[in-house]
């Protein structure tokens, strides 16, 4: 066929590449929109057209194909047939096709994809007569014949080799070639399915299509994108495209490259090319590729180096992009975002802005509060690694495709990791090559290593994602799964034996290492975070600490101020079982009984306050009823000796005692330090004007303030704000009041995860404001004036960080290790304005 196709008139749900809007990621998926990209930039990319994400959307509403749909998919087809030059099922110039899925956010190995769809016997002998290869074309088939089996009919995973189906010559005629390799195929997909692959080439598209959206559903895609919380909702869409072949001779292949090394973030281009190959050879991990940089020829390298320089500066961002050979033909097949390391991620961000090619907002948006918690993860000892590589510990080395050091015990099966994990265990999973199947046990695992693959296998692109410790292509290991054994030149680890990963060199060794902070902690994140901090010119974070060895971390994390509590101190320091004890004792709850609580504040405080110097420090008093003293503080019994303390000044020596302390620390420190005392559960005005009557001004410039902790507080918080120096929203507890639900459940997994799962709670506590909530808080926020802050306990979500902020809130409690992501997650929400 030839000539112009008439257009597709009234399109609904489909777009040719040259007619697209490469911004409607969320219609054409990130696949699609790439694609559209680079063939409207005039880049070599094979002629496709994509199916819309609303299409998967009805399909999977309907449980149907949309009404027009296939009729649409078959006017674009004319369209393909027309620009290519080539017929569908039919010489002289057969078209072959690729059929992808490419949802809005990447899912990288999650979703499905057929290749060379198309093949039928006619097509199969013109392509042996054009091509002069019948091996080639056979090949064809039986690639084919797997993929469609697996993925439209339900087949296994089949690695039969297509030697093992039939003996084939190179003289030996095209159509009994074809008849031959079909009928073996069939057979064997008969046997295990009760099915055929259709003979029909418009059939084989349809299944595809319809398979292609079905994937969207398939379990290891919703394990995805509930580990990474994409919404079920928004679908894939399909991308049909005009095959490329690199298995067509010897001077044709596959490759990925990403413009930056997605391991270290090393600038230069990265990657692997496997010659003679399809793309799916590369990314599978079953046989290990070379670098891109020596696998290609001189003339396609210079090509490819420069066109990947040229998107990266166009999109401001490491990319990732897939591409074929065809007879020394460089053809673009796919670029995206590339997943990156937390170290990557960083490293990156930290050059983009340096060198001002791609502005800040931009940037930081390219970087995730838990990439900064990643970075300052532990690493191993380095005398210690160095010991263990002079006494033969060293196991193997493979490629390093995820920086990270871990220690774990070995498991060879994903579902005996996600055991053991469940079980508190640390584990290692080495798999001979891992598949989407595994996903289970990759995110159950702290580390992971296979004995195939290179830094573009899935396990490799999976890890960086998940962001796990990832070794590949450790080929002197043998896994042995039956025996679970792992042998490397003789030596046998079995299951469950203690193994240490280093995915940055790619070393294995027998044994663990003690971890300590890694040196990626600093440079490159510093340099991040300090460019962050100049995005937030009215915003203070306050780090919380319990000992003075806790100050310098806090200040050196980017901390303005600190943040304490005095039952934490007590605890700590081996005092707050003598508080209770003193409680616990007969006699009158006055000053004579808290005299020993002042004098520990002071001994406590003042080393404290020394370590801090000028900037503020928030103190909140000892709280002998919260949720999370419980246990700790033998909270039963001591309520019912003194129901007082229930209510916050209840047993006023006792708040006295704390005031008196954190005075003489403040005059014996020497320093003048900024110094607040906060009573927690305040819930009136008054409450707040007794507090002052106990503290009058004097010399030690000491002040007084509230923890709000309940729906009252909120609606007296006028009264409170008038009266009071100094307010924190202790916004878990406020949540958890709104909710009806213990506070400390807002820092743990479960219940919660599976509650929010089962859709029993339209707002996840943990990570958004509830709208019951939201209201109250519109109007307290004060932009900076110093009177208002919010305390923030456990993990920083960077969703209800940006909320805070957009109602003006600048004032900002967390626990001192979410520092810095606090602080990436604040310069986010200013630059995104």
Excluded at 112 to 122: E, K, M
Excluded at 155 to 167: E, I, N, P, Q, Y
Aim: aromatic residues 4%.
């Amino acid at each position: 066929m030839s000539g112009k196709a008439d257009p597709v008139q009234n399109p609904q749900f489909t777009l040719r590449f040259d007619e697209a809007d490469p911004e409607a990621v969320d219609r054409l998926g990130g696949k699609g929109a790439g694609l559209a990209r680079m063939a409207q930039q005039g880049l070599r990319v094979p002629p496709g057209f994509i199916v819309a994400t609303d299409a998967c959307r009805n399909y999977l509403e309907e449980d149907s194909m949309p009404a027009g749909l296939l009729d649409e998919v078959y006017a674009r087809l004319a369209e393909l047939e027309a620009a290519t030059g080539k017929t569908f099922g039919a010489g002289p110039t057969p078209l072959l096709l690729s059929v992808r899925s490419g949802a809005p956010v990447s899912m990288p190995g999650m979703m499905d994809t057929i290749l060379n769809l198309g093949v039928c016997r006619d097509a199969a002998i013109a392509l042996a007569a054009a091509t002069g290869d019948v091996r080639f074309v056979a090949d064809l088939v039986a690639r084919f014949h797997s993929m469609y089996g697996e993925i439209v009919l339900g087949a296994f995973g089949d690695d039969t080799s297509l030697d093992d189906l039939v003996a084939i010559e190179a003289t030996d005629d095209p159509g009994a070639v074809f008849d031959r390799v079909w009928a073996a195929c069939s057979e064997r997909l008969l046997d295990e399915t009760g099915e055929r692959v259709p003979e029909d080439p418009r059939e084989q598209l349809a299944g595809a299509v319809r398979a292609v959206f079905g994937s969207w559903n398939n379990s290891r895609a919703r394990t995805y994108r509930e580990f990474h919380r994409i919404p079920h909702d928004i679908g894939t869409a399909v991308v049909v495209q005009s095959m490329v072949f690199g298995t067509i001779s010897q001077d044709s292949g596959s490759g990925v490259v990403f413009t930056r090394d997605p391991a270290t973030g090393e600038p230069g281009l990265f990657g692997e090319y496997l010659a003679h190959s399809q793309g799916e050879d590369v990314v599978a991990g079953t046989r290990t590729p070379d670098p891109v940089r020596d696998a290609l020829p001189a003339p396609v390298f210079e090509e490819l180096e420069r066109t990947c320089s040229a998107l990266e500066g166009q999109l401001g961002d490491v990319l990732d992009i897939e591409f074929t050979v065809e007879r020394s033909t460089l053809y673009f097949l796919q670029v995206r975002s590339a997943k990156r390391t937390a170290e990557a991620a960083v490293r990156i961000a930290a050059d983009f802005l340096a060198d001002g090619s791609v502005s800040p907002a931009k940037v930081l948006s390219r970087v995730t509060s838990e990439h900064v918690r990643q970075v300052q993860r532990p690493g191993f000892d380095t005398d210690e690694v160095e010991r263990a590589r002079a006494g033969g510990r060293l196991l193997t080395t493979g490629t390093g495709a995820c920086p990270g050091q871990i220690s774990g015990n070995l498991v060879l099966d994903p579902d005996r990791a996600k055991a053991e994990a469940a079980a508190g265990r640390d584990v290692v999973l080495a798999r001979a090559v891992t598949s989407p199947a595994d996903l289970h046990g990759m995110i159950a695992a702290q580390g992971i290593v296979t004995a195939t693959g290179g830094s573009t296998s899935h396990a490799a692109v999976v890890a960086r994602a998940l962001g796990k410790v990832c070794v590949v292509g450790a080929s002197a290991m043998k896994i042995d799964s039956a025996a679970r054994t792992a042998t490397v030149d003789g030596q046998v680890l079995a299951e469950g034996e203690p193994v240490s990963l280093d995915g940055a060199t790619g070393e294995v060794f027998t044994g663990e290492f003690t971890r300590g902070t890694p040196a990626a902690a600093s440079g490159a994140l510093g340099a991040l975070l300090d460019a962050a901090s100049r995005q937030l010119t009215d915003v203070a974070v306050f780090g919380k600490v319990t000992l003075p060895g806790n100050v310098e971390t806090a200040l050196s994390a980017g901390a303005h101020g600190l943040v304490t509590a005095l039952d934490d101190v007590l605890a700590a320091t081996g005092h707050l079982d003598a508080l209770v004890e003193a409680l616990m004792r007969d006699g009158a709850a006055d000053a004579d009984r808290f005299g020993s609580v002042a004098d520990i504040v002071a001994a406590e405080f003042t080393p404290l306050l020394r370590e801090a110097g000028r900037v503020e420090v928030g103190v909140r008093a000892i709280d002998l009823v919260s949720d999370e003293s419980r246990e700790l503080m033998r909270q039963t019994a001591l309520t019912s000796r003194y129901p007082a303390l229930a209510v916050p000044l209840g047993i006023p020596a006792l708040v006295e005692a704390q005031l008196a302390g954190l005075r003489r620390a403040i005059r014996d420190s020497g320093t003048p330090a900024k110094v607040h005392l906060a009573i927690r559960h305040v819930s009136d005005p008054a409450e707040v004007v007794a507090l002052h009557e106990m503290s009058p001004p004097d010399e030690s410039g000491l002040r007084v303030g509230a923890y709000l902790t309940s729906p009252r507080a909120l609606a007296n918080f006028a009264g409170i704000a008038a009266v009071g120096d100094r307010i924190w929203l202790e916004l878990r507890v406020l949540q958890a009041a709104m909710f009806g639900i213990p506070a400390r459940q807002l820092l743990t997994a479960e219940p919660l995860d599976s509650y929010v799962k089962r859709g029993m709670l339209s707002t996840d506590p943990r990570s958004g404001i509830d709208p019951s909530l939201d209201t109250a808080l519109t109007p307290l926020a004060d932009r900076g004036s110093g009177l208002v802050g919010v305390r923030l306990s456990g993990t920083v979500s960077e969703s209800l960080v940006a909320g805070l902020y957009g109602k003006g809130f600048r004032r900002f409690a967390v626990d001192a290790g979410e520092t810095r992501p606090a602080l990436l997650a604040l310069a986010k929400a200013a630059a995104a304005g």
